[in-house]
């Protein structure tokens, strides 16, 4: 399934495989604009509908948490599969990128009080 995202204030929902191609770049690109020029305390990545995810897909995450952070932003995902948590807790990355069950704990988190 290709990679689809609808950016929303502070939310990204994203469907199909988050995987290495043109879309990937896109949507790093498109995500950095909306990091840089939006306002809040952050940015939510809604994985619900993501099929698939490859190592290009997740260094494209951690590159957003990065970019995050450089702008004084936090950054966080919803609803990872259980597939793409437990490829988080193989690559030691769940600690860093903090993930949630439902979009009211994320919101929380971003607004300091989770």
Request: glycine share 12%; aromatic share 4%; hydrophobic share 40%.
């Amino acid at each position: 399934m290709a990679l689809d995202f609808v950016l929303e204030p502070g939310i990204v929902r994203v469907s199909g495989n988050l995987t290495l191609g043109p879309r990937l770049l896109e949507f790093g690109r498109r995500v950095a604009e909306q990091m840089s020029s939006g306002t809040g305390p952050g940015i939510i990545v809604d994985l619900t509908q993501v099929q698939d995810i490859d190592s290009a897909g997740l260094g494209e995450i951690v590159i957003l948490y990065t970019t995050a952070g450089q702008h004084g932003r936090r950054l966080c995902l919803v609803k990872p599969s259980p597939r793409i948590v437990k490829l988080l807790e193989m690559t030691r990355l769940s600690g860093m990128l903090p993930h949630f069950a439902d979009e009211s704990a994320a919101v929380e988190w971003l607004n300091g009080r989770g």
